[in-house]
């Protein structure tokens, strides 16, 4: 079993900056490639990015790249979404998750989810 518990969501100006952060616990991060998602309101769930197991390949959805980074610190079985020149569309829940197997790209491939953390973006 895994734990996983974001954090760092807020309310935040268009051009302005947040840091998500997801702690896990049980089972050590340090197995799972992670990804993180987003639900915007009255919208389904999408993918925004991924990293590998040691955080040397990461993946994004186009509407992020190049403003959004992650990042993982195993030794604390933490990973981050660097989020940077925020949008009012990038108001969403955004959950992280730990991968079980298949596609990044995929909902379906990852096992265990946070509860989620708001961002609200104001125009």
């Known amino acids: 079993q895994v734990q996983l518990v974001e954090s760092g969501g807020g309310l935040v100006q268009a051009g302005g900056s947040l840091r998500l952060s997801c702690a896990a616990s049980?089972?050590?991060?340090?197995?799972?490639?992670m990804g993180w998602f987003r639900q915007p309101p009255g919208m389904e769930r999408e993918f925004v990015a991924a990293?590998?197991?040691?955080?040397?390949?990461?993946y994004y959805a186009d509407a992020v790249k190049g403003r959004f980074t992650f990042s993982r610190d195993n030794a604390k079985n933490t990973v981050y979404l660097q989020m940077n020149s925020l949008k009012p569309d990038d108001t969403a829940v955004y959950y992280c998750?730990?991968?079980?197997?298949?596609?990044?790209?995929?909902?379906?491939?990852?096992?265990?989810w946070g509860q989620g953390t708001q961002v609200t973006v104001s125009s």
């Open positions: 998750a730990a991968r079980g197997g298949g596609s990044y790209f995929r909902e379906g491939s990852y096992a265990y």
């Open positions: 049980g089972r050590t991060v340090t197995t799972y490639p």
């Open positions: 990293i590998s197991n040691y955080g040397y390949n990461t």
